[in-house]
């Protein structure tokens, strides 16, 4: 079930109005799958905000609000500023900063490609000890052991670097990646987060060996992604994946050494 603003419960309205002024108009924003609840909300004194907001009751969409609520502020300098978090009236609630920006274009001769590039470098750059779960707990009943030790990492994943995720923000000079949807986030390997990309370049129309190479520009990729981790992560992604995502895993699955 999806819910307006105007039926979420008056004493989560409250605190957040109690923050941003009075609410005058609450639209609805396309695009949104993981909550129930999401509106950008205008009020006369505060800058427009994107509210997200789901009941307790919402195991994922609860969820996803508090893993966005820790991780989107660890990642400031790439995502959209976050300005409040509530948890009033068994509701979960997240404020950020709306943005208006345009979904970035990876197909394989996309000027966008650059700033992609850089804004995933830099994600590989900040990585903090963080209360999230772990990239192998998605799988921990059926992944072996040795594949779940071969996914540990200390780092901060987006995991879902979909389109979608991806705004370009072009109010500035330079047109800016802004990484959005942070409440799959985990901590992992840092090769994993390219790894994972992999799926986005060939969705965009990359052949296999144009992914690997575009990936081959970053350090991480080149020096980490060994041919044994890449493959339990590959593996990992095919169970439950669509028969399309399952081939292109299949793309990254090496054959066993002899
Ligand atoms: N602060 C924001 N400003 C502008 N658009 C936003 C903002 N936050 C989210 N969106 C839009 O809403 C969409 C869905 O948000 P997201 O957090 O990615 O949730 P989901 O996991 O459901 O995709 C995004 O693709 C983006 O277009
Ligand atoms: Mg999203």
Do not use: C
Request: glycine content about 6%.
């Amino acid at each position: 079930m999806n819910y307006r603003w105007s039926t979420v419960p008056f004493v989560l309205r409250d605190a957040i109005e109690s923050d941003i002024g009075h609410v005058r108009t609450a639209s609805p924003l396309e695009w949104m799958r993981s909550v129930p609840m999401v509106a950008v909300l205008r009020t006369r004194t505060h800058r427009a905000v994107v509210v997200k907001a789901a009941p307790e009751s919402h195991i994922s969409g609860a969820e996803y609000l508090r893993r966005e609520a820790v991780a989107a502020p660890r990642v400031a300098e790439l995502a959209t500023q976050m300005l409040g978090t509530y948890q009033v009236g068994g509701w979960v609630a997240n404020i950020t900063a709306f943005h208006r920006a345009r979904f970035v274009n990876l197909s394989p001769e996309s000027p966008d490609l650059p700033r992609v590039a850089r804004a995933l470098d830099a994600a590989r750059r900040t990585h903090y000890g963080s209360p999230l779960p772990s990239l192998s707990d998605r799988w921990s009943d059926v992944l072996s052991a040795d594949d779940r030790h071969l996914l540990r990492g200390q780092f901060l994943l987006h995991t879902n670097l979909h389109p979608t995720n991806l705004s370009i923000y072009s109010a500035l000079s330079v047109p800016r990646v802004h990484i959005v949807g942070w409440g799959r986030a985990v901590l992992g390997p840092r090769w994993a987060e390219f790894t994972l990309f992999y799926r986005q370049l060939r969705r965009a129309g990359h052949t296999p060996s144009g992914a690997v190479a575009w990936l081959h520009q970053f350090p991480e990729w080149r020096t980490a992604a060994l041919p044994e981790r890449v493959t339990a992560l590959a593996r990992a992604m095919q169970l439950g994946a669509s028969r399309h995502d399952h081939d292109i895993w299949a793309e990254l699955v090496s054959p066993p050494a002899r």
